[in-house]
């Protein structure tokens, strides 16, 4: 990769309503083949959107920081419930409290935003009372301006297909928590998508690492989006201004492993998580 980068960011509509969106960080000698690869992208979904944006930034002035991509473990619940029953015994070990926990998967199973429609961005929320720091709740906070580095692209590519895990979505998600799971007060993140055709979703932090549950929500289930939990609200302004801005690239990937079947991951996870306080 060369010396100067640039964020690079599609996003895609159809009526107004947001339907596609990907980025990437890369240097200027790939910017225009990248420009072309995410508007084809946009192009190739089922619905042709009738506006499609390709932002280009140069990252030439600001710090970038870098770091390993999350672990990922696939655990295998019987049905939608055991999941997200599992789901929240993850966030537990995390320090999100029951309760928050609880309202975390409320809140996503109803639609985050007003009158249950899906949000832009993710629910902030503390993790010890449940209570939503978000200002806009229909807008939420957005993660921006993270990458691969082309090394760790390949890397995780083969490990992910390794594991059978051959969907782009799981590796752009991964990315996407691992910048999550690095923001300042941040302990954990729950999501499932709002894809009706995309039941996976996940509990993500450096505690546990990206732990996928591949049955979230039910096939057809238009309700989904992020939550993220922060243990001190003193870290919000920080948190937030991470999260939208600072450049993240991601050069080292992690391990892949599993399916394992929830009571054995909890055992194991409760284990360790012993033995490491
Ligand atoms: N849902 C709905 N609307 C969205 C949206 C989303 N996910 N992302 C962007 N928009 C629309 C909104 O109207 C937004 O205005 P708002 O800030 O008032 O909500 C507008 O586009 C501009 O968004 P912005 O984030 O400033 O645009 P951008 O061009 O800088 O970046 C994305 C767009 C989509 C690339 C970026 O927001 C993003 O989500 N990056 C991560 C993509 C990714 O890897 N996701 C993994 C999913 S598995
Ligand atoms: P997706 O995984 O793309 O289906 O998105 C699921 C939900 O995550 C959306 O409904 C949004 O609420 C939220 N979301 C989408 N993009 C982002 C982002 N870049 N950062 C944080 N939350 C997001």
């Not at 709740?137 to 301006?145: F, L, M, Q, Y």
């Not at 580095?149 to 594991?163: K, N, Q, W």
């Amino acid at each position: 990769m060369d010396s100067i980068l640039y964020s690079v960011r599609m996003r895609a509509s159809l009526d107004g309503k947001h339907c596609c969106g990907a980025e990437r960080i890369v240097g200027r000698d790939a910017v225009e083949q990248v420009m072309q690869e995410l508007t084809t992208r946009a192009l190739q979904r089922g619905s042709a959107p009738d506006n499609i944006v390709v932002h280009v930034d140069s990252l030439a002035n600001l710090d970038i920081l870098t770091c390993k991509a999350l672990d990922v473990t696939t655990v295998d619940c019987s049905d939608v419930m055991s999941s997200r029953s599992a789901a929240i015994a993850v966030l537990k070990c995390c320090g999100v409290s029951e309760s928050a926990a609880g309202h975390a998967v409320e809140c996503l199973r109803k639609g985050p935003a007003p009158a249950g429609a899906v949000m832009r961005g993710a629910v902030l929320m503390d993790a010890r009372t449940g209570d939503r720091y978000e200002d806009d709740k229909e807008r939420g906070v957005r993660a921006s301006r993270f990458d691969w580095t082309s090394d760790a692209l390949v890397e995780i590519r083969r490990i992910l297909e390794h594991a059978g895990l051959t969907h782009f979505r799981t590796r752009e998600a991964l990315a996407l928590a691992t910048k999550i799971a690095g923001a300042p007060g941040v302990v954990a993140e729950l999501c499932w998508s709002d894809d009706g055709d995309y039941t996976a979703g996940y509990v993500a932090s450096r505690k546990t690492g990206y732990v996928r549950f591949p049955a979230l929500k039910d096939r057809g289930d238009p309700k989904g989006g992020r939550v993220i939990f922060l243990i001190d609200r003193a870290d919000l302004g920080a948190c937030i201004e991470y999260l939208r801005s600072k450049p993240l690239l991601i050069t080292q990937a992690g391990s892949c492993r599993g399916p394992m079947k929830d009571p054995e991951y909890l055992a194991e996870l409760s284990h360790v998580l012993r033995n490491s306080e």
